[in-house]
T-cell receptor, first 113, second 114 residues
Framework: QQQVKQSPQSLIVQKGGISIINCAYE??????FPWYQQFPGKGPALLIAIRPDVSEKKEGRFTISFNKSAKQFSLHIMDSQPGDSATYFCAASDSGGYQKVTFGIGTKLQVIP | DAGVTQSPTHLIKTRGQHVTLRCSPI?????VSWYQQVLGQGPQFIFQYYEKEERGRGNFPDRFSARQFPNYSSELNVNALLLGDSALYLC?????????????FGPGTRLTVL
């Protein structure tokens, strides 16, 4: 069962454009929503994370938007650069339990010059 | 500072064999988690260990087992390998199970089962 649904699975954006990746979750116990970036041959690296008590979090060119009532959250990458080309995973976790992170299927982003 | 290290980098086994994967956490990190990442999918949680005790287990068969040593390094063991066990096995470490923004992943071990 897919507890965190992610779309699209692949995305091509021109340099300077905005990349948008969407996720939805089912488990209302989730209260920590990280995004990971993974380059080929590397493990996932934490990019940015949000808790449901805020609706938006921005770090540099990366912004998470969070809609608790709809159980949806999204990642916006502003001014996308070729170096942003990677696979992005949304994820969710229940901080009341052990440190299990449930990942989405991933979005392969390609930023073309 | 060294990040999370995993060994071996790559491994090829045949069906029915046993495999042991190793993980060394970041210095000072006492919590280690294991994930399986099948090609084209997101990582799936297998185990979490903290202070040498299993604190969480994902939906994996009993063929999968793990342990954590006094120096906080960890081993993941898989018995009776199946073709479907072919995946990238990731280890992540953090200071403790509550340190969600301080969980770092290693580069993984690529296991191929023939």
């Amino acid at each position: 069962q897919q507890q965190v649904k992610q779309s699209p699975q692949s995305l091509i954006v021109q340099k300077g454009g905005i990349s948008i990746i969407n996720c939805a979750y089912e488990n209302t116990a989730f209260d920590y929503f990280p995004w990971y970036q993974q380059f080929p041959g590397k493990g996932p690296a934490l990019l940015i994370a949000i808790r449901p008590d805020v609706s938006e979090k921005k770090e540099g060119r990366f912004t998470i938007s969070f809609n608790k009532s709809a159980k949806q959250f999204s990642l916006h990458i502003m001014d996308s650069q070729p170096g942003d080309s990677a696979t992005y995973f949304c994820a969710a976790s229940d901080s009341g339990g052990y440190q299990k992170v449930t990942f989405g299927i991933g979005t392969k982003l390609q930023v073309i010059p | 500072d060294a990040g999370v290290t995993q060994s071996p980098t790559h491994l090829i086994k045949t069906r029915g064999q046993h495999v042991t994967l190793r993980c060394s956490p970041i210095s000072g990190h006492k919590s280690v988690s294991w994930y399986q990442q099948v090609l084209g999918q997101g990582p799936q949680f297998i185990f979490q260990y903290y202070e040498k005790e299993e604190r969480g287990r994902g939906n994996f068969p009993d063929r999968f087992s793990a342990r954590q040593f006094p120096n906080y390094s960890s081993e993941l063991n898989v018995n009776a390998l199946l073709l479907g066990d072919s995946a990238l096995y990731l280890c992540a470490s953090s200071p403790n199970p509550r340190s969600y923004n301080e969980q770092f992943f290693g580069p993984g071990t690529r296991l191929t089962v023939l």
